[in-house]
């Protein structure tokens, strides 16, 4: 979507008389300019768009409409989706490979943005937490340590190999992705329930609550956005993405009292250990006995990454 403010050829200047004076007839007025014009484009919708290799219909109204309401949504939330662009150049290269070999298609990587915008901090209101939100109980269901100074919901590549668990328990119970989708935003009983009441295996065809019958359409918007960010107004260079960051990695088996003091000790500020290790929860960390973590430190050279010599992971989303 494009917005083109006409400012130059019509303008309208409003006389605000800011204060009169006594006696010798002193005023000041000030003249505000005011844009009286404002076109907003957007490109068209197409009759149908493929998504995780399923083919989503559009000649119909209710889904056109439906698709066009994320898109507006996507388009307008101008900071989060422009974060999201930026982020996916740094965690795309990660998570597509673990998508690949779990056989999961490549388009779902894109609930990430639905979830969480790629902030691999985001907690909702429920407690969702991490990349791909994982509740408490559903992380722990899926092999993810959720404890005081451990919650790996926040582990970008450990919730990654959770999320496809999941995702290929569901498809083995529904045979479709939009379905999947569906369920990860709902739960795996609710939308066996849709399935079976609406008497359709077509998740765009069943009467959900609004959050969910709207979360396949945010779905489809962000693939669309994301091929093409330009045609949304989305004009980014390669130096304004982030790109993925290199680490060395230290494995810990015995408890650090003082997470600090350790990133201290390894050249590193406090807040870089924390940004590079989302998974720690508190300035300490507790191993239980027989466990041990990798605690990845930044290299030098990523803190202080040069913009320039940043490589767009994806074409489309830069304009030059």
């Known amino acids: ?25 002193d005023e000041r007025v000030r003249t505000i300019a005011v844009p009286t014009a404002v076109t907003v484009t957007m490109p068209e919708i197409p009759q149908r768009f493929a998504i995780a290799g399923d083919t989503v ?16 949504a996507f388009t307008y939330s101008h900071t989060n989706t422009l974060l999201g662009i930026k982020r996916a150049n740094r965690y795309f290269p990660l998570i597509e490979p673990v998508l690949q070999r779990h056989g999961i298609p490549d388009d779902m990587k894109y609930l990430t943005i639905v979830e969480s915008y790629l902030n691999p901090f985001a907690v909702s209101g429920a407690g969702a937490a991490g990349v791909w939100q994982f509740m408490p109980a559903t992380g722990k269901e899926f092999g993810l340590e959720v404890a005081k100074t451990v919650d790996e919901r926040f582990d970008v590549a450990k919730s990654t190999e959770a999320a496809c668990k999941y995702m290929k328990q569901a498809y083995a119970k529904f045979g479709d992705w939009l379905a999947v989708a569906a369920s990860y935003n709902a739960g795996q009983g609710r939308v066996r329930q849709f399935r079976d009441d609406h008497l359709s295996d077509d998740a765009t065809h ?10 396949i359409f945010r779905l489809l918007a962000v693939k669309k956005i994301f091929t093409n960010p330009s045609a949304y107004g989305f004009v980014l260079t390669q130096s304004q993405l982030y790109p993925p960051l290199q680490y060395d990695t230290v494995r810990v088996d015995k408890d650090i ?10 050249g590193i500020t406090y807040y870089q250990l924390r940004d590079a290790n989302p998974w720690l929860r508190r300035q300490n960390l507790v191993c239980g006995r027989g466990k041990a973590y990798d605690i990845l430190l930044p290299t030098q050279e990523s803190i202080h990454y040069d913009p320039s010599a940043t490589v767009a992971h994806d074409g489309r989303w830069v304009a030059y």
């Open 1 to 25: 979507m494009k917005i083109h403010r006409i400012l130059s050829q019509t303008m309208l200047s409003a006389l605000l008389l800011a204060s009169c004076g006594s006696g010798g007839g």
């Open 206 to 215: 069943w009467w959900m609550t609004e959050q969910t019958s709207r979360y």
């Open 257 to 266: 009292r003082d997470l600090a003091d350790f990133a201290r000790r390894h």
């Open 57 to 72: 219909d559009l000649t119909s109204y209710e889904n056109r409409e439906r698709l066009d309401r994320e898109l507006i």
